[in-house]
């Protein structure tokens, strides 16, 4: 007898986006902010993922750019029966994002959305009390546009999602993310504002491991372990770490989530 899902997405709130912990922890999209530099095409790869999770992935390099959109279509498709389709304008996705309305945005936007198309995932989770939740998929199904014979970016566009991507959302399978916090972070920041997201208390991780996870080009550890320092000041700056630091002993990373009572309000 198969497993009856939910048609829907869970309800969060307009200053939220919901990311299921298995992406967040895991090297899917990178920190890379060369926008100018090739993107890899992986076949069938294992991505570098945190304990029990097992990610395989076919499709074009994703990048932090990528999940904001992502992220977007997830916060659209909430309204709605998962598998209908969504539809928006690129002007009102472009808003949402924070991008400058021009038409390198506009051709931004498609470009990240047939990337996501044209993906293919293979993902398992193990879950702590026992039993797995698989997904196995597209980031996202189909996706188009009505063409009006003009670059008129009123024009609707259209995408669906997977219906069984709601198994990543089962109440313990995924986090919230403050939008406006997350929009105005750099990549590196971007990222660990997920990854800690998902971490109620978060416990002492190696510089190497988050390394390894966010997927960063930088091959010297300790030029990455610079970056890394500026990227966790900057998380404490804007009020998401009441304090964080990396043990020069250890070189773990230690930091103390703050309590954001704009979830609570």
């Known amino acids: 007898m198969s497993e009856e899902l939910p048609e829907n997405l869970p309800a969060w709130h307009q200053d939220w986006r919901g990311i299921p912990n298995a992406l967040a922890r895991s090297a899917l999209f ?3 902010n060369l926008r100018s530099a ?3 095409h992986f076949n069938l790869a294992e991505i ?3 304990r029990g999770i097992s990610l395989v992935y076919t499709g074009a390099e994703l990048r932090q750019d990528d999940q904001d959109v992502f992220l977007q279509v997830l916060h659209l498709a909430k309204e709605q029966k998962l598998g209908e389709n969504i539809r928006f304008t690129a002007n009102s996705m472009i808003l949402a994002l924070g991008w400058t309305r021009n038409s390198e945005s506009y051709e931004r936007l498609a470009i990240c959305m047939n990337r996501m198309k044209a993906t293919a995932l293979r993902l398992t989770i193990e879950r702590p009390e026992g039993g797995r939740i698989s997904y196995s998929g597209s980031l996202m199904g189909q996706f188009s546009w009505r063409e009006t014979g003009s670059d008129d970016p009123l024009r609707e566009w259209t995408v669906s999602l997977e219906e069984n991507i709601v198994k990543l959302f089962a109440p313990d399978a995924y986090s919230l993310l403050h939008w406006q916090t997350r929009l105005s972070l750099p990549p590196l920041s971007k990222w660990l504002h997920a990854y800690y997201s998902t971490h109620r208390d978060p416990f002492p991780v190696k510089v190497e491991t988050l390394h390894r ?3 960063s080009k930088m091959k010297e550890l300790r030029k990455f372990r610079y970056e890394l320092k500026a990227a ?4 404490v700056e804007r009020g998401f770490f009441l304090n964080a630091h990396i043990d020069p002993k250890s ?3 230690n930091v103390e989530r703050a309590a954001d009572r ?3 309000e």
């Open 30 to 32: 990178n920190v890379s």
């Open 38 to 40: 090739e993107r890899r």
């Open 48 to 50: 570098a993922s945190t």
């Open 213 to 215: 996870l966010s997927a």
């Open 232 to 235: 966790l000041a900057l998380l």
């Open 251 to 253: 070189d773990l990373v």
């Open 262 to 264: 704009r979830r609570l």
